[in-house]
């Protein structure tokens, strides 16, 4: 049987940062989720204008966006998740559900594909399936 090496402290706080991420997510506690994205950071949506989604760079347009989405999903809960990390790259993998502003249920997998420096988020690249009806 082959044994799994164990984290390394950058991993473990790489880790950490992604389950504070997480909490910011679950309480909607925009500060807290900020804090986890330095100050250059890079959020790729994964809808937009252009082939990956929207590019948000820095706190004052990822904040917006934050605000933006729950805003729009105000009953918003990523289920299901999956982390793991491997030095500075991390991916995470959700179940998101949610019924927008407008009355439309959102039940759509997806996934982040993290870049973390000094134990913060300096990309965060959102992928979610494309539910279509028959």
């Known amino acids: ?31 807290l989720i900020l804090s986890m994205f330095a100050d250059d950071a890079v959020f790729e949506t994964a809808s937009g204008p252009d082939p990956w989604g929207q ?6 347009q990822i904040r917006q966006a934050v605000e933006r989405m729950f805003a729009w999903m105000p009953d918003m809960q990523l289920i299901d998740s999956r982390r ?9 993998d959700w179940t998101c559900i949610a019924t927008t502003v407008k009355g439309q249920k959102i039940h759509a997998r997806g996934c ?6 000094d134990g ?5 690249d959102t992928y979610t399936k494309v539910v279509t009806r028959a």
């Not at 590019?55 to 004052?60: A, M, N, P």
């Not at 990390?85 to 995470?92: K, L, P, Q, R």
């Open 1 to 31: 049987m082959t044994r799994q090496p164990e984290p390394d402290s950058l991993e473990l706080r790489n880790m950490q940062t992604m389950e504070t991420l997480a909490k910011g997510f679950a309480t909607r506690n925009v500060e």
């Open 120 to 124: 913060l988020v300096v990309r965060k």
């Open 84 to 92: 793991t990390v491997s030095g500075d790259t991390g991916t995470a």
């Open 112 to 117: 982040d594909l993290f870049q973390f420096r």
């Open 55 to 60: 590019r948000l760079v820095g706190h004052q």
